[in-house]
Nanobody, 120 residues
Framework: VQLQASGGGLVQAGGSLRLSCTAS????????WDWYRQAPGRGRELVAS???????EYSDSVKGRFAVSRDNAIHTVYLQMNNLKPEDTAVYYC???????????????WGQGTLVTVSS
């Protein structure tokens, strides 16, 4: 099982981007997803979470601007980012929690990260 994140890029302040993260492999279920980000010189920050019941949580820094969603049929999580600010510039990582698959269970898996750069 692997996670592949995509959708990062360069955008002007006020713009939008949509990140995707897809789990590949013989997957039965994924309990929850997290999106983290890491800005240059800073630690990794949890920005959004979604569980199997579609309960969503956001950090204060992105609340009202970012929206997390999931498509269980294709084992994919999305992060819609609107009204982006220069301080949103970071590498964004997805994390899948409690993955049930044909070969074994995974407590968690991380995607490879996708870079978001917001210019002022």
């Amino acid at each position: 099982v692997q996670l592949q994140a995509s959708g990062g890029g360069l955008v002007q302040a006020g713009g939008s981007l949509r990140l995707s993260c897809t789990a590949s492999g013989s997957i039965f279920s994924i309990r929850a997803w997290d999106w983290y980000r890491q800005a240059p010189g800073r630690g990794r920050e949890l920005v959004a979470s979604i569980n199997r019941r579609d309960i969503k949580e956001y950090s204060d820094s992105v609340k009202g601007r970012f929206a997390v969603s999931r498509d269980n049929a294709i084992h994919t999580v999305y992060l819609q980012m609107n009204n982006l600010k220069p301080e949103d510039t970071a590498v964004y990582y997805c994390k899948a929690l409690n993955i049930a698959s044909a070969d074994k269970g995974y407590p968690e898996l991380w995607g490879q990260g996708t870079l978001v750069t917001v210019s002022s």
